[in-house]
């Protein structure tokens, strides 16, 4: 079968599991579309242990105890560190560098019979929003390759999306799962912070990281977050204890009972992302209701649609409030530079990574180490939380964004009081072109305004594909549940794209 690379986790398993294509067979036809590392989305693949996880797939299959995702294939971004292939986190600092033992959710997914591909490109150490700041070089958007996948996970949404694995790994640290699968046209979500487990996981900001899938629906998300999720409470200190659940379970339960009294979904749009007062109620009456600002959005018109089709479904959509979002951005980028700072202090030379080939004496090896071996975006964010953690500025800055932190996490909740499900855009526009932003990090930074608060919630989130822009570019819409509602959210989703299903079956026009 020639077109088994344009299949989803869903189909694949599907066939598989009865027999009609063999996990050498799919795993073949992947590895077909690797040559040359389109898009430059993969940073390393080996074609031997995938043919040797596929042929064991195979056995499991003939013998019946497949698990039930057998042979199905997916690729890591490559901040889980994996024995059989080299994990680098995008950075220079750990170039070759090949694990002892596999993450807790390479591990699972494996478990579940899954064969991997291999390791997926990504801003170094997962500090991005562009996928411009890998050590080995950007990784550019399928739709349209003069522009960006989005990051940090930007080579798992390209990969996906140019049909190069059905799916992929991601992390979420400020929406680097949401972000790129937006820009990429695919479907991504983030899990209520400790529903995965972070064992493995190269850190970046630990009380943020949290791994999800990415895949082409909600549909096949929901299979891989059931297999990936779980407690690991021995390795991971941030584990929930909280046993692993079927997340595909709500999937066909119609949108007017989806409630969670058992009626009508009731979606809540925050006024502060679209500039509506608390007077301003009939907003939902199309873009002549929204202000000039936010018809100016390249992305408006087709969040606005995607919400008046949810309407349509048998859902209740209306203004929630949300304070002061905008105060996510010096809040996120405060506590997760400090964490950053703290996390990165690990990779001085001595143990293992980058060593300068000269150096006098330990603290000049130190240096000159750190300075090599880490890019300009690390050190910036390094740099930027020693500052924040310093004595004398601790207290103003560190202390006082933990406690604004607390306050989004309470918003949320009152919101959720009147809720079922939080909506609104991923982000402002749509992929910008590569090198665009190289020269202000700040305008990256203030592209993740809609996708940090949940983070800093801890809440579970994810992006819809729901149209182009004029530019054809993907536009993805954000839900946001409350703790533990992934289910909810993947209903939704689902539901959306059973009746929408053009927008998550496009393909960039290279592969059409």
């Not at 630990?206 to 929901?222: I, T, V």
């Not at 999937?251 to 979904?265: S, V």
């Not at 143990?351 to 300075?371: E, V």
Request: hydrophobic share 40%; charged share 20%.
């Amino acid at each position: 079968m020639n077109d088994l690379h344009h299949l989803g986790v869903a189909e694949l398993a599907a066939l598989l599991q009865t027999k009609q294509v063999s996990a050498v067979e799919v795993a073949t036809r992947f590895l077909a579309q690797l040559g040359g590392n389109p898009h430059n989305a993969f940073s390393d693949v080996n074609s031997e242990v995938t043919l040797e996880q596929a042929r064991a797939s195979d056995a499991k299959l003939a013998a019946g105890t497949a698990g039930p995702l057998e042979g199905v294939p997916i690729a890591h971004k490559d901040v889980f560190v994996t024995k059989d292939f080299v994990t680098t986190a995008g950075s220079k600092m750990l170039r070759g560098y090949r694990s002892p033992f596999d993450a807790t959710v390479v591990r699972k997914l494996r478990e579940a019979g899954m064969v991997t591909l291999g390791k997926l490109n990504c801003d170094e150490f997962a500090m991005g929003s562009s996928n411009e700041n890998s050590a080995f070089g950007a990784v550019s958007n399928p739709w349209e390759t003069s522009h960006v996948p989005g990051g940090s996970s930007g080579g798992s949404a390209a990969a996906v999306a140019a049909r190069l694995t059905p799916a992929a790994t991601g992390t979420d640290t400020g929406g680097s799962i949401r972000q790129p699968a937006a820009f990429c046209g695919i479907t991504g979500i983030k899990p209520t912070y400790g529903r995965a487990s972070r064992y493995g996981m190269v850190a970046f900001a630990s009380s943020l990281d949290q791994a999800g899938p990415m895949a082409r629906s909600a549909e096949d998300c929901a299979l891989l977050l059931s297999a990936m999720c779980g407690p690991d409470v021995d390795r991971d200190s941030t584990s929930l204890d909280i046993a692993a659940t079927d997340y595909a379970r709500d999937l066909e339960r119609p949108l007017a009972r989806a409630g969670k009294d058992g009626g009508p979904l009731k979606i809540g749009f925050p006024r502060a992302w679209w500039g509506g007062s608390e007077e301003e109620t009939e907003w939902l009456d199309g873009m002549a209701a929204a202000p000039s600002h936010l018809r100016q959005w390249e992305t408006w018109p087709k969040i606005n649609g995607a919400l008046q089709s949810l309407v349509d479904l048998g859902a209740k959509v209306f203004p929630v409030t949300l304070n002061k979002p905008e105060l996510a951005i010096p809040v996120y980028y405060i506590v997760a530079c400090a964490e950053a700072s703290s996390n990165l202090s690990r990779f001085d030379g001595v143990k293992f990574g980058h060593r300068a080939a000269q150096y006098g004496d330990l603290l000049d090896m130190y240096q000159k180490t750190r300075s090599e071996g880490f890019g300009n975006e690390v050190k910036r964010r390094i740099m930027t939380g020693a500052y924040v953690l310093s004595h004398g500025y601790y207290d103003a800055y560190y202390l006082q964004a933990q406690k604004i932190r607390r306050m989004i996490a309470d918003d949320f909740q009152r919101a959720f009081a009147e809720c079922d499900v939080i909506a609104g855009p991923v982000a402002p526009t749509t992929a910008w072109k590569l090198g665009e932003k190289a020269d202000d990090p700040v305008a990256n930074y203030l592209a993740d305004i809609f996708t940090l608060p949940a983070s800093l919630a801890g809440l579970p989130c994810m992006s819809v594909p729901v149209g182009f822009d004029e530019a054809g570019m993907p536009v993805g819409l954000q839900l946001i549940g409350n703790y533990l509602d992934e289910a909810r959210l993947l209903n939704v989703a689902h539901q959306f794209q059973l009746a929408h299903s053009e927008f998550h079956n496009a393909q960039p026009g290279s592969l059409a």
